[in-house]
């Protein structure tokens, strides 16, 4: 038996002030290929959404083949190559002298990918593999204890300036996390963008169990409230927020 | 926590930029940088080029979001905004009205790397708002006097939002009166987020050393740079951090205040004295 993953949940909300549409972390997902990704773009960057969404979908297209380094950066030449081919049609019309100088400038956004695959060597389990630039995060809950917390580990691990990837041929070599595990029934994991990892962090530092709470959340509105209420009453930074929930399941899908 | 309120299109801030026109500034700037053109050119091309980063820094795409409100007050033989075109006359204006509203486009020259060892020309167009000017006096006070008026306005409109920076540009002494007092009321002015900045940035004829963010006037050399000084901010924390990473000895004493800068120095100022953060 190879363990099926489940999307359970995925929702996205703006910062507060702003419409659905100005939210700039993306999230990508190809459920039968087990391919699940997150982009938080740049604030301060220009079409940082189109960039975020131009990295998940990319991913979820081949990302299950994305192996080490290399294969990174062959990936990474592939979205940039989408980014250009896009700008060139932006170019077709007359664009305001700060627009032309803020696309000269790129756009950037964090990135984490992650890819589930069937173990070689252990039956019943699967092997997940996770590449992360930034603090877009990964955690893996396992009998209801947090085994995994990837590529931050702390709350103090977040800043107001994480490697980011840029549209623009920078290298990237130096900012990129990669890791894997295996996952078996039961098991749950998350996708989240920085400010509501930072909060899951911090409630988990405080011996609390934050998963659970995000368990209960089935619905968009549902999670729009729990943002609000986490903003308001829990100190979560006002920031878009992008959210995956996964789920183990024993029957087998997928090979 | 003052000086912590997220700049939002809501909850906009301000940057009112109060500049000396005297006669003064048509002499060229000190230092070993300087190019031989006047205070007064060097200065609108600075500011010029500051309203352009700011505009850049609100574009979102082919928008401009409005976290910004700025004005231009410019003194010397007369005294009044100095943003010229469609926005001229007007104390205060939003960020999306500056970018859309240029004078001018004015074709440069720069040059950058070839990325083979050398350098090449490239053309860039530089937006122009502001034109140089130096004439007349030195009233010092009665500009300040309408700077305090406009923020009065503003701060009562805008309680819940970062409060306004100040950044007053001068290279010599008041010549309508001590112009302290009327500092200290700018200063007093205030949002639920804190006071307004005030800034003093000195231009300099001289080849003497630039002072910039001191935390003392111990170094000061004479009575005006001592009245500068303690008319300016100590320096809230966004700002403290972007003059700390510009590699700037910074303490929580260090005041928004420059004496004796040349030209680029006081660009290094104005790039530090305009760095908040928490646009959302």
Request: charged share 20%; glycine share 8%; net charge negative.
């Amino acid at each position: 038996m190879i363990p099926k993953i489940r999307l359970v949940f995925r929702a996205e909300a703006p910062k507060a002030g702003n419409s659905l549409d100005e939210c700039e972390d993306q999230s990508g997902v190809s459920e039968e290929r087990g391919i699940y990704a997150l982009a938080d773009g740049a604030s301060e960057a220009s079409y940082s959404k189109t960039w975020a969404g131009i990295l998940v979908r990319e991913f979820c297209d081949v990302g299950g083949l994305v192996e080490g380094m290399n294969g990174f950066e062959t990936w990474l030449d592939t979205c940039r190559n989408r980014w250009r081919v896009w700008e060139r049609d932006l170019h077709s019309k007359q664009l305001p002298w700060f627009t032309q100088e803020k696309l000269a400038q790129g756009s950037f956004s964090t990135f984490l990918g992650v890819s589930f695959h069937a173990s070689e060597s252990y039956a019943g389990q699967g092997i997940w593999k996770a590449i992360a630039c930034g603090d877009s995060c990964l955690f893996v809950v396992q009998q209801n204890w947090l085994t995994l917390s990837f590529p931050c580990e702390r709350s103090q691990d977040f800043s107001n300036a994480p490697p980011l990837l840029s549209s623009l041929p920078y290298p990237v070599r130096d900012d990129l996390a990669m890791r894997q595990g295996s996952v078996s029934p039961g098991d749950r994991v998350y996708l989240m963008t920085d400010a509501l990892a930072h909060w899951f962090l911090q409630l988990y530092e405080k011996n609390e169990k934050p998963w659970q709470r995000l368990d209960e959340l089935t619905t968009q509105p549902d999670f729009d409230s729990f943002i609000g209420v986490c903003r308001s009453r829990e100190g979560m930074r006002n920031d878009d927020v992008a959210f995956i929930r996964l789920l183990c399941d024993a029957s087998s899908t997928k090979q | 926590m003052p000086y912590a309120a997220e700049i939002s299109r809501v909850n906009p801030s301000c940057f009112l930029f109060v500049i000396d026109q005297s006669g003064s500034m048509g002499d060229a700037f000190g230092g070993p940088n300087a190019l031989g053109r006047s205070k007064a050119q060097e200065l609108a091309d600075a500011i010029n080029r500051l309203l352009q980063t700011l505009v850049t820094r609100c574009a979102k795409g082919e928008e401009v979001r409005d976290y910004f409100e700025v004005g231009v007050i410019g003194y010397g033989q007369s005294l009044g905004p100095a943003l010229q075109g469609p926005l001229g006359g007007r104390d205060l204006v939003s960020i999306s009205e500056i970018a859309f509203n240029p004078v001018r486009m004015e074709s440069r020259v720069k040059k950058v790397s070839d990325g083979a060892g050398g350098l090449v020309e490239q053309a860039f167009s530089l937006p122009v708002w502001i034109e140089a000017a130096h004439n007349g006096g030195t009233p010092m006070c009665e500009a300040l006097r309408k700077t305090k008026s406009i923020l009065e306005t503003w701060a009562a409109a805008h309680i819940a939002s970062y409060p306004p920076t100040v950044i007053h540009i001068t290279d010599g002494e008041s010549t309508d009166g001590d112009p302290s007092s009327i500092g200290a009321e700018i200063k007093a002015i205030s949002t639920q987020d804190g006071s307004v900045c005030l800034f003093n940035l000195h231009l300099s004829s001289s080849q003497a050393k630039p002072i910039s963010f001191p935390e003392s006037d111990a170094n000061s050399p004479d009575q005006f740079a001592r009245l500068l000084f303690a008319m300016s901010t100590v320096l809230p924390a966004p700002v403290r951090a972007a003059a700390h990473g510009e590699g700037y000895p910074v303490t929580d004493a260090t005041r928004g205040f420059a004496f004796n800068a040349d030209l680029v120095e006081a660009i290094r100022f104005l790039d530090i004295g305009t760095r908040v953060t928490g646009l959302k």
